[in-house]
């Protein structure tokens, strides 16, 4: 009798208990639902096209937009207090539809260039749009970052948005469906965390990253040489006059390319025609999520480390922005002004045996993520 007592006074307590525990899962549920806002935007296509607002624990936001998956602002605080948007971007639809290069977009089928437009798999040669140059660049003419994307805010304890996109057979060139699922979440890390989730049904090149340009002092009058980073990477690749991969794996070491050891991105820019734009080999193993960078600016106080599962990055200084395009607040966007960290496969990679293999094939599941994480030095 006491036994049974016993037992029952437990899976009482356990049955609260797991109750509690459901209800308060409910309620973060809740309050990371409250903490998204979603408003009308425009239409693109004939599909609306909206802004969804993240806001976690610590008053940190950021936007992001079904069209092309877009981030449109990361806004932190700085060391004085003060908030500013350390991505660069604009604050309505139609600058983005002027095509900007890539502000912030989700980039696919294949981020960055593959050699005159074309690769060969599996006995076949796939032709892709030539849109720089003689070679094709972030997924073709209308590439990822330049569709309308499904948009959902999942049930989560932290503020997420899952966007979806069907890339058709034959769409620029690739072959197979691709379906595509890509969620952003703000944690309360002050983490901007990006899942890529992929399947195909036919073999076919995937490589996808999001071109966000960053200026951590949140003000482009200041250009980024003043930054200072640190790439966990012994190798880069080197290019030839088009940016195309030679498939070469390089040592970074005695070579401006070596930031192996934090050092302003400045000091040997100059070293680099026309500024870094390369694709180093992270010195990470195996597809475990890695810190592989962190980026510093004193002005601000703030650091932006980068966390990835993916085998290589793509260091961009922004060399082709020309001022063509005006931040924000009215700033025009002038070479270095923001840089870019982008995680992905090798460039080229569909065209070099050596590289790490890109292509997904059916019954195999494409899988990444990349978080962007902000700290701040008060000091
Ligand atoms: C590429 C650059 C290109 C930029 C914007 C980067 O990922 O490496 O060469 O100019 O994207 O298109």
Redesign the pocket.
């Known amino acids: 009798m006491k036994s049974i007592s016993g037992t029952l006074v437990f899976v009482i307590i356990c049955t609260l208990f797991t109750n509690c525990n459901n209800s308060s899962e409910k309620n973060k549920m809740a309050a990371a639902k409250d903490a998204i806002s979603k408003k009308d935007w425009g239409e693109v296509d004939g599909k609306k096209i909206y802004l969804y607002t993240l806001e976690n624990n610590n008053g940190t936001t950021m936007t992001i937009t079904n069209y092309g998956g877009t981030v449109t602002s990361f806004v932190t605080q700085d060391k004085n207090g003060n908030k500013s948007s350390i991505i660069i971007g604009f604050d309505s639809l139609q600058p983005y539809l002027q095509h900007p290069?890539?502000f912030g977009a989700l980039i696919g089928r294949y981020g960055?260039r593959i050699g005159n437009a074309k690769f060969t798999l599996d006995g076949t040669t796939y032709k892709l749009a030539a849109n720089d140059g003689k070679n094709h660049?972030?997924g073709g003419l209308k590439g990822f970052d330049k569709v309308v994307w499904d948009a959902t805010i999942p049930n989560d304890s932290v503020p997420s948005l899952t966007l979806k996109y069907l890339s058709k057979d034959g769409e620029e060139g690739y072959p197979g469906n691709l379906n595509v699922t890509v969620q952003y979440t703000l944690n309360n890390d002050d983490g901007l965390e990006i899942e890529y989730n992929a399947e195909t049904d036919k073999a076919t090149p995937v490589n996808l990253t999001n071109?966000s340009y960053f200026n951590l002092t949140g003000d482009v009058s200041n250009t980024i040489l003043n930054h200072t980073l640190m790439i966990d990477a012994d190798h880069y690749t080197p290019v030839d006059t088009t940016?195309i991969p030679t498939g070469e794996i390089k040592p970074v070491k005695g070579t401006p390319f070596d930031f192996t050891t934090a050092k302003k991105i400045g000091q040997d820019i100059d070293a680099v025609k026309g500024g870094y734009?390369h694709n180093w080999v992270l010195n990470k193993k195996d597809t475990s999520l890695q810190k592989v960078a962190e980026l510093s600016d004193s002005i601000s106080g703030r650091t932006l480390e980068v966390y990835t599962t993916q085998p290589g990055l793509?260091f961009?200084t922004g060399?082709?922005l020309d001022g063509k395009f005006v931040n924000r607040g009215g700033k025009p966007l002038q070479v270095h002004t923001a840089l870019?960290l982008?995680t992905q496969h090798f460039p080229d990679s569909p065209n070099k045996p050596n590289f790490p293999t890109t292509i997904l094939k059916p019954g195999e599941k494409y899988h990444a993520v990349t978080i962007y994480k902000v700290k701040l030095n008060k000091s």
């Open positions: 290069p890539y960055n660049l972030h071109h940016l734009d793509q961009y060399n082709f870019c982008e």
